[in-house]
């Protein structure tokens, strides 16, 4: 393999980390607060990419501003499965919520085909991700170039939310102890609620940025890209918001990067994410980060 190609295949390998980075933090923050893997979270993924497109097609707004909007939709999405589908069920035992999770996650999906319908539709993309650039001798396009360095913005103010605010320190404070935190007269509610939606925030961004990079767009669209997410937040160590950025790359690279040298196992690409998380919860099941696990859902 040419230095040129390896170069290329890397960018392609850093692209599709930083979106499986983006989708896999929302399940490690749901997890280390309610140690409850929300698996709606793929479908609020979907969600995202059919609020931008309408808000394009029909409403005929601005790329930026139906991305914008179909964001705090997606929050909003979020917000709502918490309120209505899980936060009855705190109390109850863990496999009552799974179960539900999975159930929230089959009605999104059932919603969506019948509503938009099945057929793939193509997702508009700028002109900014459309261009093509030349680096280092190799033919880089715009949206492999521009998605990594928009995700690592946007995981930096998500670091910033987490570590340097507040509500950030209030998120933290619950994910340790929530009733000494409730005891401390923190509104754990409000923290849950503002959780769930920077979560689904994050994978509207993140179900966008992925439809400019694969333009195409159909209500099961979440399926894969969410299940490879959640990998990567247990390759990371799930509930550690650092653990699941460097897994969301080691996914991304491993993906990438195995197809490139041995292009005969091209059609095992996906086998051999999901035996890395086999492998990862044989020998580490912590994760890189090496959070212990005390439950899981």
């Known amino acids: 393999m040419s230095w040129t190609t390896f170069f290329q295949q890397l960018m392609n390998g850093i692209s599709v980390g930083s979106l499986y980075a983006l989708l896999a933090i929302g399940y490690t923050l749901v997890y280390g607060i309610l140690g409850l893997i929300n698996f709606a979270h793929s479908d609020v993924f979907m969600l995202g990419t059919y609020f931008a497109f309408f808000m394009i097609g029909v409403f005929l707004l601005p790329w930026w501003l139906s991305v914008v909007i179909g964001v705090g939709l997606c929050a909003l999405v ?29 009605f999104i999906e059932n ?22 650039y030349f680096i ?26 987490v570590y340097r605010t507040k509500m950030g320190m209030a998120m933290r404070a619950v994910s340790r102890d929530m009733e000494t935190t409730r005891l401390m007269g923190v509104n754990v509610d409000r923290i849950i609620l503002y959780t769930f939606a920077l979560g689904s925030a994050l994978a509207g961004i993140g179900g966008v940025l992925w439809a400019c990079k694969y333009p195409q767009i159909n209500p099961l669209m979440g399926t894969f890209p969410g299940w490879k997410a959640f990998t990567a937040a247990v390759v990371g160590g799930i509930g550690n918001v650092v653990g699941a950025m460097i897994g969301g790359f080691i996914i991304g690279l491993a993906e990438i990067l195995i197809v490139a040298f041995f292009p005969n196992l091209t059609g095992y690409r996906d ?10 919860l044989l020998v580490k099941p912590s994760g890189v980060m090496g959070e212990t696990l005390k439950e899981k859902v």
């Open 78 to 106: 979020g917000m709502t499965i918490e309120r209505v589908a899980y936060r009855p069920l705190r109390n109850a035992p863990r496999i009552s919520a799974l179960i539900t999770a999975v159930g929230v996650s089959f």
């Open 111 to 132: 919603l969506g085909l019948v509503t938009v319908g099945a057929r793939p539709k193509g997702f508009p993309r700028p002109e900014l991700m459309k261009n093509v």
């Open 136 to 161: 280092a001798g190799a033919r880089i396009q715009g949206v492999t170039f521009w998605v990594p360095l928009f995700s690592i913005a946007i995981l930096l103010v998500l670091f910033y939310l």
């Open 271 to 280: 086998a051999f994410v999901f035996a890395l998380l086999i492998l990862f």
